[in-house]
């Protein structure tokens, strides 16, 4: 009677945890396709900016966010420019005020937090405006956004060129290229964030 019941007891266990499986396996067979989805729709919007590969690193790992959705995508896209832009402009701050600088550098690196500094407020107006996107005022959105990240590209554009002109060296080691890449990789975003804007744009009506 003891060995039945036991029997009876190992039976119904393996099939509690048998259906627990099957339910886990199901949910991660329905989780594949729509990972896969987001991934694809991100990689298939970025294939048509100028930095497809850097637009699909910076965006990828915010998949779950934006799902399939391309307003979310080009706010997303906004968000990480802008981040990039307020860290990069950081960094520029603490080195224009390090010693063995020329005057000459030390203006270039002041022009360029400036430069900086207007694309950061004009990225911010760009995500606040997307925020409030409808169908009724779509266009007029749009053209504001389109707008405002044009100036911000370039601003930064303008930066990167200060920098092309001024081989800036602190204590004997040129800064110039770790700088500039920090400015070209923004302007990179920046570039890939006004393309997948350009896409929204067109994609309604």
């Known amino acids: 009677m003891e060995t039945i019941s036991s029997i009876h ?3 119904t266990l393996f099939i509690i945890l048998a259906s627990t499986l099957t339910t886990q396996c199901a949910n991660k067979v329905s989780e594949t396709p729509y990972q896969e989805a987001s991934t694809v729709f991100i990689r298939t919007s970025c294939s048509s900016t100028s930095y497809p590969r850097l637009c699909y690193s910076s965006l990828v790992k915010h998949a779950d966010l934006i799902q399939t959705n391309r307003v979310l995508l080009t706010g997303t896209a906004l968000n990480v420019t802008l981040a990039s832009a307020k860290s990069t402009s950081a960094v520029m701050s603490v080195m224009a005020k390090r010693q063995g600088l020329k005057p000459r550098e ?9 430069e ?3 694309s950061v407020d004009e990225l911010r107006r760009s995500i606040d405006e997307i925020s409030h996107l409808r169908t009724s005022n779509f266009e007029m959105t749009m053209s504001d956004v389109q707008t405002w990240v044009s100036a911000a590209l370039t601003d930064v554009n303008t930066c990167t060129d200060g920098f092309q002109e001024s081989a800036i060296t602190i204590d004997g080691t040129s800064t110039k290229s770790s700088v500039r890449g920090l400015v070209v990789q923004l302007a990179q975003l920046t570039s890939n964030a006004l393309a ?6 067109n994609s309604h009506g």
């Open 106 to 114: 030390v203006a270039a690196m002041k022009d360029c937090v400036e």
């Open 9 to 11: 007891l190992f039976t």
């Open 116 to 118: 900086l500094s207007d």
């Open 196 to 201: 997948l804007i350009n896409q929204l744009a």
